[in-house]
């Protein structure tokens, strides 16, 4: 029961996170404009083709299905976790401003919730293509 209960949290944590992740590769197909200054703002990437946003969104949307899936899980677990994580620290200038940039603090508990969710995979087990234990 214990680990029925587990698995459950697991999964709907793993949801949460891909609805969010999904809306922000999302973005990059429907608004390219945005993904770009976004680059160009957090990552200091001035990359100039809407081009190079549709690959990453293409590389980031096979990830967060996989994800979602959980497919190989040490992977597409990890890689969202780095995802996050990149995303996260970049926007370190918005939390010495905490009060003009209080959502940009949302973004430390979903790093959490990637970190529980890639160090507890194997528990993760309700509703994945890959329910066994990968090694």
């Known amino acids: 029961m214990e680990n029925k209960r587990i698995a459950s949290s697991l999964f709907w944590l793993r949801v949460s996170v891909f609805l969010v992740m999904f809306m ?39 990830i967060i299905f996989a994800f979602l899936l959980g ?14 994580g990149i995303s996260t620290l970049s926007s370190f200038n918005q939390y010495l401003d905490p009060f003009r940039n209080l959502l940009f603090f949302a973004a430390w508990p979903m790093l959490a919730a990637c970190w529980s969710l890639f160090y507890l995979r194997d528990m993760d087990t309700c509703c994945t293509l890959c329910p066994k234990k990968e090694k």
């Open 71 to 84: 497919i190989k899980k040490k992977y597409s677990y990890g890689l969202v976790l780095v995802i996050h």
């Open 24 to 62: 922000w590769t999302l973005d990059k197909f429907l608004n390219p404009t945005h993904a770009l200054s976004v680059y160009k703002k957090f990552y200091f990437i001035s990359a100039q083709s809407d081009f190079f946003i549709y690959l990453i969104g293409a590389i980031e949307m096979v």
